[in-house]
């Protein structure tokens, strides 16, 4: 007897939970394809954002940029389907392919985009897998910001840089 489909669930921290996974994949069809290039742009921009130095944030290393793509790459370990098919579209993409990432990403068009993105998936995503998608998102942003040069554990934030953490949860309505 097969045991009936469970809502997807995570934990207060933003890690993946094992229980509730569904074998079928996601489809995209449900996104035009403008929204779905917003979905799977948004965790590289929030890298290049993360990463990026500001008024009061420190300059980052290649260890933070590493930090973020292993946030990323985590995704493919979590119990939504939304997730999980975002970094298959990010990994799938050839080189020179799609939009370019901003090199200098302004954190207000990032904002913008947070917001629109927020929007896209209340209008047509499972409500688990909008918020792990933008808790997703979110972790990738804190793991950039938190990461160290030598692999000792994660400092708290700078000032700033929670600053930049705070707006980002608000923008993905997440505060």
Do not use: K, N
């Not at 990323?72 to 389907?81: L, M």
């Amino acid at each position: 007897m097969l045991a009936p489909e469970v809502p997807m669930s995570h934990s207060v921290a933003g890690e993946p939970s094992s229980a509730g996974r569904r074998a079928a994949p996601l489809t995209t069809a449900v996104y035009s394809a403008a929204e779905w290039d917003l979905l799977t742009s948004l965790p590289g921009r929030v890298i290049v954002a993360a990463a990026a130095p500001g008024t009061g944030r420190p300059r980052r290393t290649v260890a933070a940029g590493l930090a973020g793509l292993d946030a990323v790459a985590a995704g493919r370990a979590f119990d939504s389907d939304l997730v999980r098919a975002v970094v298959v579209a990010i990994y799938a993409r050839h080189d020179g392919a799609g939009e370019p990432v901003d090199r200098f990403t302004d954190v207000v068009d990032l904002l913008a985009a947070c917001r629109a993105a927020t929007r896209v998936l209340r209008r047509r995503a499972d409500p688990a897998d909008s918020a792990a998608y933008r808790q997703w998102v979110q972790s990738v942003a804190a793991r950039v910001c938190g990461a160290t040069t030598t692999g000792a554990p994660a400092l708290p934030p700078a000032p700033a840089d929670r600053r930049f953490l705070d707006r980002l949860g608000v923008a993905l309505g997440l505060r």
